[in-house]
């Protein structure tokens, strides 16, 4: 099956500045994505989830893009803090739903 | 309300035993997950229910059964265990397929 990737297995970045995360999916039948973040010992959490009509979309200090033409889907969180340290993980579901491919994950690390 | 129940955390086999995975959801979600975590790898479909009485393979169904015993539970059986199913296995579950998913805390597996 279609797989989706990241192009930065670990990034470190200063308290207070802006993340930025990166995926690249490369099924163009998928038309959902989802943004997951996952703490050591615990389950993904759900960030935010974006659909194929939209370009971007907007949360509580993150922001998801989505690029069709390239493929590309990046999450960005505002004023990073300490609390962000974990991995992320986006997701593709393809338009005839129930199954979710994940990337392998970015770990964020948060330098105080 | 506790989301996604999943029992046991913890547990360690010996090669060519056998043991049920428990998962169990309150939020009357109709579709149902089982995950693995690998390191590196991320999170790869095993099996999935899109509805009670229906259940299908995902990426790597191999070694694995399920069981949807009700809308509610749905459980992840390894007749025969091997040292390559070693991993941590995630349920979740989604209202309808193309929402997102709500994941467990996860049951860390060893088989030796």
């Known amino acids: 099956g279609e797989s989706v990737g990241l192009h930065l297995p670990t990034l470190s970045v200063q308290e207070g500045d802006n993340s930025i995360i990166n995926c690249a999916y490369s099924?163009?039948?998928?038309?959902?994505f989802i943004w997951y973040k996952q703490e050591s010992g615990k389950g993904p959490q759900f960030i935010i989830d974006?659909?194929?009509?939209?370009d971007k979309r907007q949360g509580q200090r993150v922001t998801v893009l989505l690029n069709k033409t390239v493929k590309h889907l990046s999450l960005q969180i505002a004023a990073t803090q300490p609390g962000d340290s974990a991995v992320y993980f986006c997701?593709?579901?393809?338009?005839?739903?129930?199954?979710?491919?994940f990337g392998t994950g970015t770990s964020l690390t948060v330098i105080p | 309300n506790a989301g996604v129940t999943q029992t046991p955390k913890f547990q360690v086999l010996k090669t060519g035993q056998s043991m049920t995975l428990q998962c169990a959801q309150d939020m009357n979600h109709n579709s149902m997950y089982w995950y693995r975590q690998d390191p590196g790898m991320g999170l790869r479909l095993i099996y999935y229910s899109a509805s009670e009485g229906t259940t299908d393979k995902g990426e790597v169904p191999n070694g694995y059964n399920v069981s949807r015993l009700n809308k509610r539970e749905f459980s992840l059986r390894l007749e025969s265990a091997a040292p390559s199913q070693t991993s941590v296995y995630f349920c979740a579950s989604s209202v309808d397929g193309v929402s997102p998913l709500h994941f467990g805390n996860g049951t860390r597996l060893t088989v030796t």
């Open positions: 974006i659909r194929s009509n939209m």
């Open positions: 997701a593709e579901n393809l338009n005839t739903g129930n199954q979710f491919y």
């Open positions: 099924n163009s039948a998928s038309d959902y």
